[in-house]
């Protein structure tokens, strides 16, 4: 049996999601705090979290070194010079900052290893 949120007696709910008894000061009260939350300004849901916000300024800064080490220069696939980082087995949660199991790619080189999901595998470019 649920209680009055206005003056905590317990009572039978009448409707649906009923939050305070029939006594008409309890009513008046649920009232207001309908009224008031429809007045509540509404947020959007954030588009990055604040985690998540927090793990790409990490990123880019790991991105930057990772790609200025000498051995990372030029693309296993195509001999290029690289310019993005390959993540060979994904991005979610903690392995987007997880570098040992990054590699440095050329643009060609990445498209070939996302079209090739196969052959890459095979070559150790995709877990």
Sequence with gaps: ???CFNCRDKF???RFLQKACDKSECLEAERQMIL???KLKKLPI???SKKRRKQSKEYS?????FLLRPENRFCPVTNK???EVHHKNGRENQRLTDTSHWLAVSREGHQWIHNNPKEARE???LI
């Design 61 to 65: 800064k790991l991105r930057a070194d």
């Design 36 to 38: 008031n939350k429809s």
């Design 1 to 3: 049996m649920p209680r």
């Design 123 to 125: 070559k150790g470019w």
């Design 12 to 14: 039978v709910a009448s």
């Design 81 to 83: 010079q690289t310019i």
């Design 46 to 48: 954030r588009k990055v």
